[in-house]
């Protein structure tokens, strides 16, 4: 695999439900990013990790919780969310957080039902 | 905040150029980019250019840049129905730490 790949690529879930979304980039970078995309609206950087390390929490909501255990990994979970959660969620990384170009993965798009 | 803005619709005939327009606001901006994204994917980046230059050329696409007006174009020279997608400008600046912002994205609908 190479770039940035991120499973599942469809999610459908209840408002109850937990579940996790798995982000993994294969080019060696030290930061990884969380966003959202909703219809008709800028993309919304959620979180921001550096070395592991949040570097950025953009005023989220807690039912949104991210996990970075390696600079190759990172994870959404996710719990009691709402209608108007759904969108998609897109990962990126950078050899840095800061000036480097971001790559970004397919994006995972979650309905909440 | 910083902002970028661009508008949301173009529609060309197969064959022509298309150009699309990005302002923005941020006086620190260090690198501006344009990113494709077609439907059901991420964003792919297509090229990007360091605040210190007026054009970039890459096959089919030019950048230009006017940092005295915040103004960034793209330019898809003999656009092709491949290139229908949402094109998305972004920028990096300095504002109490490096951040990349986008804009909302432009639709490009190629006609055949």
């Known amino acids: 695999e190479t770039g940035v790949t991120q499973t599942p690529r469809h999610l459908v879930m209840g408002m109850t439900n937990k579940k996790s979304l798995k982000c993994e980039q294969h080019?060696?970078?030290?930061?990884m990013y969380w966003y959202k995309q909703s219809a008709k609206k800028p993309l919304e950087l959620m979180f921001v990790?550096?070395?592991?390390?949040?570097?950025e929490n953009n005023s989220v909501p807690s039912r949104f919780s991210p996990e970075c255990p390696n600079s190759s990994h990172l994870f959404l979970h996710l719990h009691t969310l709402q209608p108007e959660d759904s969108a998609l969620y897109l990962c990126?990384?950078?050899?840095?957080?800061?000036?480097?170009?971001?790559?970004f993965g397919p994006g995972t798009r979650l309905t909440v039902l | 905040g910083e902002d970028v803005e661009q508008s949301l619709f173009l529609s060309v005939r197969e064959g022509d150029s298309s150009v699309i327009n990005c302002t923005y606001t941020d006086s620190s901006s260090t690198y501006l980019y344009w990113y494709k994204q077609e439907p059901g994917a991420g964003l792919q980046l297509l090229t990007y250019i360091f605040s210190n230059m007026d054009m970039k050329q890459d096959q089919r696409l030019t950048v230009l840049l006017n940092k005295k007006d915040k103004h960034l174009s793209l330019r898809i020279a003999d656009t092709q129905t491949g290139d229908s997608a949402i094109y998305f400008c972004a920028e990096t600046g300095y504002t109490g730490g490096f951040k990349t912002i986008f804009g909302a994205g432009t639709r490009l609908f190629v006609k055949a």
């Open positions: 990126a990384s950078s050899q840095s957080a800061g000036t480097d170009t971001q790559y």
């Open positions: 990790y550096n070395f592991k390390e949040q570097t």
């Open positions: 080019l060696g970078h030290n930061a």
